[in-house]
């Protein structure tokens, strides 16, 4: 009895000191990994964007296209989070639950102008450039209200399509955006399966293979973004959605502001 208690207890000992191994190399595994992605973040190319959206301004047209287009209360409340966000610079905590939903609407309500569209997606393309804006856009989880537009660009306007465009360009300011554009999870919609990488790289290829010059450029500085990222060597899956020889168009990439 005593020589198996003895032996119950050391295979508890042996156990514990095996999970006590196993959480120290995990703790150490992520620590690792941390210092990678610093290292990441502090080595990484800068991305090309577009940064003359003042903000005041592009609100400004946003609240002059939308005119006499009826708003709810929430809608209201919502344009007012985006005026706090955007221009008053405050935290994305000031964007509700439900201005995302907000956005949907005004994207996807064909009583609302194309006009409104334009300005709602370059006030949209300012905000991107905000360190915190990943958190606005992982609300859009649910409804993929950004990137379900972003499918279609092929048949919106050429003025949406070049301000979705920059949109998508300028989401790669921040690392935790630009990954964001790369998710490979998929959701089922009409048409088929879809995900926020395959979104962007319609975008991009639809852009990159414009007739308008402003639209090119901006097409060539997601290609020239994606480039850059680290998953645009590993990832199969986007380099066959890219169309070929797409990568050697980088080199003519500028960051000129579109037209």
């Not at 595994?29 to 003042?54: K, M, N, Q, S, T």
């Not at 064909?110 to 991107?128: D, P």
């Not at 949406?160 to 959701?187: G, K, Q």
């Not at 048409?191 to 395959?198: P, V």
């Amino acid at each position: 009895m005593a020589e198996a208690a003895a032996e119950a207890a050391a295979g508890a000992a042996a156990g514990a000191g095996e999970e006590a191994a196993g959480a120290e190399r995990a703790l150490q595994l992520e620590a690792e990994e941390r210092r990678e992605e610093e290292e990441r973040r502090r080595h990484r190319e800068p991305p090309i964007v577009f940064r003359e959206l003042p903000a005041e301004e592009v609100f400004g047209e946003l609240v002059e296209a939308l005119g006499e287009t009826p708003l709810s209360p929430d809608e209201q409340r919502s344009l007012d989070e985006l005026h706090q966000y955007l221009v008053l610079g405050e935290g994305s905590w000031a964007l509700g639950d439900d201005f995302l939903i907000f956005v949907g609407r005004l994207l996807n309500d064909e009583s609302v102008s194309s006009t409104v569209r334009v300005a709602l997606l370059r006030c949209l393309a300012a905000c991107a450039l905000r360190d915190d804006v990943a958190l606005l856009l992982h609300q859009d989880r649910r409804d993929h209200a950004l990137m379900n537009y972003a499918h279609g660009v092929d048949r919106l306007p050429a003025a949406e399509a070049r301000a979705l465009a920059l949109l998508i360009c300028n989401l790669f300011e921040s690392v935790a955006s630009s990954e964001w554009l790369l998710y490979i999870s998929e959701w089922e919609a009409t048409g088929g399966a879809r995900s926020n990488i395959r979104a962007t790289t319609k975008v991009a290829v639809h852009a990159l293979l414009a007739d308008d010059d402003a639209m090119r450029d901006i097409g060539t500085a997601i290609v020239h973004n994606l480039a850059t990222k680290e998953r645009f060597f590993v990832g199969k899956k986007l380099r066959d959605l890219l169309p070929r020889g797409a990568k050697s168009k980088v080199t003519s990439a500028r960051a000129a502001p579109p037209a």
